[in-house]
């Protein structure tokens, strides 16, 4: 009978964990929920904000900036916008900018990935990790040098001038990613690859790059937006209104001297659709990375 007893306040015992820890574990997926949904939320309210207020009168957005009737629905904001921002050549010059970097960034992150991975040397991992000690330096603290070294080249009012800027501050980032990555791949590989007769280049381009492919997507996705929405380089590099992306020209809405919210609201949505596009059309390769990390980590 003892026994009997002792086997029944075990099982108590143990169908008490158990219920304990599928309430620990709701509990945690009810925080989490929570957290998810306040984060959406900051997120979401401000694109709201944006959308409903590029189709409404100034009027309306000061009279009722958080609600949308259909009496406020325009589009006059949308096409002067697009007239103001000349959309059509701010749209290429940003698209010229974007590409160049993005090309610079990728070619000269994955070299360098690749010669670190590859000899992984004292002086390697020493050039390695001041690269990576370079993501933390802030842009301010090297501006004046860089107008300097601009000007001394004669790159001021220029595509190539913007590009290597945005390239010298996002190539630590890439540097970093790259390395990473290729460190992971199986020394073997290279090996074999040289005894079929394949040099350096050939193993670069034929071999290691094809399997970066969801790093150059994340790279693509995240250093190219930032360089569309940014707005200091473009101010700094660019004189000549012919050469200002997006961005720079819808600065112009919130000057001291011109400040219409309805255009501004406008022309944020205008800006906003080809990045949106970008994001879109390259998401799977971006989550696809996000999860390759999380499981190296």
């Not at 304990?20 to 989490?32: D, R």
């Not at 630590?172 to 390395?179: E, H, I, K, M, Q």
């Not at 992971?184 to 290279?190: A, G, K, T, V």
């Not at 790059?209 to 707005?231: A, E, F, H, Q, Y």
Request: aromatic share 12%; proline share 4%.
């Amino acid at each position: 009978m003892m026994q009997v007893l002792n086997e029944k306040e075990k099982q108590e015992g143990k169908q008490k964990e158990k219920r304990t820890k599928s309430l620990k574990v709701q509990n945690m997926k009810i925080g989490g929920h929570i957290i998810l949904l306040f984060v959406a939320a900051v997120i979401l309210i401000p694109l709201y904000y944006v959308f409903i207020n590029a189709f409404k009168t100034e009027m309306s957005i000061n009279l009722s900036p958080m609600v949308f009737k259909p009496e406020f629905f325009t589009l006059e904001n949308i096409s002067a916008a697009f007239r103001l921002l000349s959309f059509p050549l701010a749209f290429r010059n940003s698209v010229i900018i974007v590409v160049i970097s993005c090309i610079l960034i990728i070619a000269g992150g994955s070299l360098a990935g690749f010669a670190i991975a590859i000899v992984n040397n004292r002086l390697m991992r020493t050039v390695y990790v001041g690269l990576v000690m370079l993501i933390s330096v802030p842009f301010s603290v090297i501006l004046i040098p860089i107008v300097q070294i601009l000007s001394t080249l004669n790159l001021m009012n220029s595509f190539f001038g913007a590009s290597f800027v945005f390239t010298a501050i996002n190539l630590p980032f890439a540097v970093f990613l790259y390395t990473g990555f290729m460190r992971s791949i199986p020394r073997e590989l290279c090996d074999a690859a040289i005894v079929d007769g394949c040099g350096m280049g050939k193993t670069y381009f034929f071999i290691y790059m094809p399997l970066m492919k969801v790093v150059t997507g994340t790279i693509i996705i995240i250093r190219g937006t930032s360089i569309w929405n940014d707005l200091l380089v473009p101010l700094v590099t660019f004189t000549n209104e012919k050469y200002d992306p997006l961005i720079r020209r819808l600065y112009s809405f919130a000057s001291l001297r011109f400040n219409r919210w309805d255009l501004l609201f406008a022309g944020t949505l205008l800006c906003s659709f080809p990045v949106l596009i970008l994001f879109v059309s390259m998401q799977k390769v971006f989550i696809r990375g996000i999860m390759i990390g999380s499981i190296k980590g």
